[in-house]
């Protein structure tokens, strides 16, 4: 996790960011993890986009309710937070673009879940992280001087979990039973979802998926 840490604190560095002039109180609390890590697809790279190096993969961000951030090998007496005037991730990236599942036109839909803001995290006065919150449970995180994406996620419940596989079930791309523990099965089959909503031959069809509120929303299974 130290080498998390340590990449998180220079990646602002490198990126010009414009940004309110007032701190504001947390956007969002709770604790997230990082499911999976792409390439930019826009920064010069030998490496497949797809096949970003998976070191961090499983570790914890612990947004706090005080404004603070919590992390292995992390230490900071004073976080200020700082709504990002500009965007300092590519929205456009087609690596990025299972975040962007639209809300369905159902009347049993929640709406649009977007939240689409970026802030900058200071600590002790110095810049340490931008995060773009896509929603209330999924984060990108600009990293490695922005050339990789962390995509960080609010763990889904059993129960969650289990609704979610029985709607995959019924539309026939999850072909068993429910278990309630999000596997390499159940992302594939929300990976072929994914393709399928996109209607984009040229999409990626990730092997781990954002699961976004709008994605849950469209399945029928947001809380």
Request: aromatic share 6%; net charge negative; with cysteine.
């Amino acid at each position: 996790m130290k080498n998390l840490v340590i990449a998180l604190s220079v990646v602002i560095g490198a990126v010009s960011t414009v940004f309110s002039a007032d701190t504001i109180d947390a956007p969002f609390t709770g604790t997230f993890e990082v499911v999976t890590i792409r390439n930019a697809s826009d920064v010069a790279s030998q490496a497949n986009p797809m096949m970003a190096k998976n070191d961090v993969i499983g570790q914890e961000i612990i947004f706090t309710e005080d404004g603070g951030l919590q992390m292995q090998g992390l230490g900071c007496d004073h976080w200020e937070i700082l709504l990002s005037l500009v965007e300092v991730v590519n929205l456009k990236d087609p690596m990025l673009s299972d975040i962007h599942v639209a809300p369905t036109d159902s009347p049993l839909s929640a709406g649009d879940q977007r939240i689409g803001k970026t802030f900058h995290y200071q600590c002790e006065g110095e810049e340490f992280m931008s995060v773009h919150q896509v929603d209330e449970r999924v984060l990108v995180i600009p990293w490695k001087n922005s050339s990789q994406y962390l995509i960080a996620e609010k763990p889904l419940s059993e129960k969650q979990v289990n609704r979610l596989q029985a709607q995959l079930k019924d539309m026939k791309f999850h072909h068993s039973e429910p278990t309630g523990i999000l596997d390499d099965d159940t992302m594939q089959s929300i990976s072929a979802w994914m393709q399928y909503r996109l209607k984009d031959s040229d999409a990626y069809r990730f092997k781990r998926t954002a699961i976004t509120e709008n994605l849950l929303d469209t399945l029928g299974v947001l809380d």
